[in-house]
């Protein structure tokens, strides 16, 4: 029966609202002025009212259908205590309209009630802003939620983004609201990319978080027993020295024995590091220098030849010296015609940045000093790159003999190769790019 608006005066005027509105249209007028609504929700913890229409949910939802139709039919209002009252209403708009209006906010709680309800339509349409809208700053959120959801392509695409974001990822919110499955997944990743100090105290943050929520007290001893086996997937094994001394020791998260083996590889990689895991990612040194040791003078000069099978980032370099000389390094690209080869500047860079000083304790060699680089250098597979350093420096510093090394970096084949004399580079930082 159609629904009339007829004036006070019984003039029997018509309000013909439905006049030029499309289907979708007179639905929402509909829903909105609650005309004829003859189903009752109450919804949140405050159990507000919310009215609809039984035809609409039905024609929509298996799931209302089997609520409101036949023996088991809900009688009186029903209650939907597990989302707030915008939450609902914004799914309500979608079976009215077969439109949403999707944000950062909703969306989450929106693709909860599209599942609850078997709306199939509305979670396809959360499930495509989610993968559109991922961040490195909500890609923690995400990820949790695609867990939650059991959604295995979003959950591998918002991991993706943490990994490869690192540094942003694990220092937003979400971060310290992942579940311990989550959590484990990110830092167990073997392309996670994050520098020591920040994915650490990331990790201590996140501990904190989920004693927190087991009810725990915050203690060193709680700490490592939420952390559980993740223990052996944080990245201890790439730390220089002083971080390693000044804050993971004193966070009492590791056992006496535990510093000790870590402490032993840190000084020499040959030391069995076992339960805990070496991953060949960002910051890891790829060591250039053989077994002869020279004395350097105040100016020298350092050549090498790098080439790569996957395409990496130069983030920095390890150098024979201290913080009392000056480097200046550049990067070449060998240019290769049918005649002949030739070199052409590709990069340059020009610092002199002493960031931190680690003790070598092998072959009576003191300081290494790591330069970090203010912008990493793309370095293309299969392409031919020549750095060179400048050393200037008062005192005699100490140098080794480059030789060719073949090395693997996670799935690169990295070839080098001294050009010219003693090296003064010990170590190259670099990164895969994926």
């Known amino acids: 029966m159609a629904t009339v608006e007829v004036r006070g005066d019984n003039s029997g005027f018509v309000d013909n609202w439905q006049s030029g509105k499309s289907l979708a249209e007179c639905n929402l007028h509909m829903l909105t002025s609650e005309d004829s609504c003859d189903v009752d929700f109450r919804v949140g913890k405050e159990e507000k009212l919310v009215r609809a229409h039984r035809y609409i949910l039905m024609s929509r939802s298996c799931v209302f259908h089997a609520m409101l139709c036949g023996p088991l039919a809900e009688k009186e209002d029903i209650k939907v205590p597990d989302v707030e009252e915008e939450i609902f209403t914004e799914m309500l708009r979608y079976l009215y309209t077969d439109t949403s209006t999707l944000t950062t906010e909703n969306v989450t709680g929106v693709l909860y009630l599209a599942k609850k309800y078997a709306v199939g339509g509305l979670e396809r349409l959360c499930l495509t802003y989610l993968h559109s809208s991922l961040t490195a700053e909500n890609a923690c959120v995400i990820l949790e939620q695609a867990h939650v959801f059991d959604e295995e392509k979003l959950l591998d695409r918002a991991l993706k983004v943490i990994v490869q974001n690192g540094d942003v990822a694990v220092q937003s919110p979400g971060f310290t609201g992942l579940c311990g499955s989550c959590f484990h997944k990110v830092v167990s990743a073997e392309e996670f990319k994050a520098t020591d100090d920040t994915a650490f105290t990331a990790a201590l943050s996140w501990t904190e978080a989920e004693c927190k929520r087991q009810g725990r007290e915050i203690t060193p001893e709680n700490k490592r027993l939420v952390l559980g086996e993740t223990v052996y997937e944080v990245d201890f094994t790439s730390m220089d020295m002083e971080l390693f001394t000044k804050k993971v020791v004193p966070s009492g998260i590791l056992s006496g024995d535990e510093c000790t083996k870590l402490f032993s590889y840190l000084v020499s990689h040959d030391t069995d590091v076992a339960p805990f895991k070496i991953k060949s990612k ?55 015609t049918k005649q002949s080869v030739s070199s052409g500047c590709y990069a340059s860079v020009k610092r002199w940045v002493q960031r931190e000083v680690s003790t070598v304790l092998e072959r009576s060699i003191s300081n290494e000093v790591k330069l970090q680089l203010s912008e990493a250098l793309l370095l293309n597979n299969n392409v031919r790159y020549r750095i060179k350093m400048t050393r200037k420096s008062n005192d005699n510093e100490w140098s080794r003999s480059s030789v060719f090394n073949n090395i693997t970096l996670g799935k690169c084949q990295i070839s080098i190769a001294n050009e010219n004399g003693p090296g003064m580079i010990s170590r190259l930082i670099l990164e895969e790019v994926y």
């Open 282 to 336: 960002l910051n890891m040194g790829v060591a250039l220098y053989a077994d002869r040791i020279h004395t350097g003078h105040s100016q020298e000069n350092s050549s090498i030849i790098l080439s790569c099978t996957r395409n990496m980032r130069l983030t920095g370099l390890w150098a024979f010296g201290n913080d009392r000389c000056t480097y200046n390094i550049s990067l070449y690209e060998e240019q290769q």
